[in-house]
C-alpha cells in the first residue's frame, strides 16, 4: 500500500534552517511530491512541488535524490509564523490514490 | 483569481441529524473537487473526489455522500450522523488530469462536532 512516512514533530529556532524528510519508498515514475503547510483550523496551503533534483521558490526548497524515494522539503532562516504542521502528499499513479502524510509539527522558539 | 469557499465555518449537530455541507469555486471552469475528512491527529483522508458533473468517486466506505449538482459546487451529505463523524472537513479544487499531478487548493474548512 502506497505510503509517505514524515517525523512527527521538529524544533527549531528563529534565523535557522529547517529540513523536513519525507519517505515515498512505493514512488512510481510519473508521480510528483507536493508540500503542504497548515496552521489549526484553516485549509492546507500550497507551498512546493518537484518531480525530481531540485525545485525553488521565494518560500522553501525541494530536494529528491536520484532514486526518489524521500524528499526534503528545506524552509531557509524560518520565523515564529512558520510554525504549523507541514504535509508532504505524493499522487501515485496507479489507482490515483492520493496520499498524505501524517504531517510533521514544526515549532518554531525565539 | 480563483477562490473556494465553504460553509458553514462551524456546525454542531445531534446524533442522527442530517447533515449537508457546501463547497463552491470561483474564477475556473470544470475544477476536480475532493472532500477530505481531518481528525483530531492531523492526518487528512480522503473521501472523494469527482472529476465532473455527477462523477463521484468514494475512497472509503463510510457514512457519507457527496453530490456534485452544479460544475463548481461539491455538497457532502449524510442522512444521519454518527459520533465518529465529528472532524474538520476540507474541500479542494485542482485542474488537470484529476488527481494525478495537480496541484490542489484547500478552501478553509468546516469544523463538525457531533453530539
Known amino acids: 500500500l502506497a505510503k509517505t512516512t514524515q517525523p512527527i514533530s521538529m524544533d527549531s529556532y528563529e534565523g535557522q534552517e529547517v529540513n523536513i524528510t519525507c519517505s515515498h519508498n512505493n514512488i512510481a515514475t510519473n508521480d510528483y511530491i507536493t508540500w503542504y503547510q497548515q496552521f489549526p483550523s484553516q485549509g492546507p496551503r500550497f507551498i512546493i512541488q518537484?518531480?525530481?533534483t531540485k525545485v525553488t521558490n521565494e518560500v522553501a526548497s525541494l530536494f529528491i535524490p536520484a532514486d526518489r524515494k524521500s524528499s526534503t522539503l528545506s524552509l531557509p532562516r524560518v520565523s515564529l509564523s512558520d510554525t504549523a504542521v507541514y504535509y508532504c502528499l505524493v499522487v501515485y499513479n496507479q489507482g490515483g490514490k492520493l496520499i498524505f502524510g501524517q504531517g510533521t509539527e514544526l515549532s518554531v522558539k525565539p | 483569481s480563483q477562490t473556494i469557499h465553504q460553509w458553514p465555518a462551524t456546525l454542531v449537530q445531534p446524533v442522527g441529524s442530517p447533515l449537508s455541507l457546501e463547497c463552491t469555486v470561483e474564477g475556473t471552469s470544470n475544477p476536480n473537487l475532493y472532500w477530505y475528512r481531518q481528525a483530531a491527529g492531523r492526518g487528512l483522508q480522503l473521501l472523494f473526489y469527482s472529476v465532473g458533473i455527477g462523477q463521484i468517486s468514494s475512497e472509503v466506505p463510510q457514512n457519507l455522500s457527496a453530490s456534485r449538482p452544479q460544475d463548481r459546487q461539491f455538497i457532502l451529505s449524510s442522512k444521519k450522523l454518527l459520533l465518529s463523524d465529528s472532524g474538520f472537513y476540507l474541500c479542494?479544487?485542482?485542474?488537470?488530469?484529476?488527481?494525478?499531478?495537480?496541484?490542489?487548493?484547500f478552501g478553509p474548512g468546516t469544523r463538525l462536532t457531533v453530539l
Open positions: 518537484g518531480y525530481k
Open positions: 479542494a479544487w485542482s485542474i488537470g488530469a484529476g488527481g494525478r499531478t495537480d496541484t490542489q487548493y
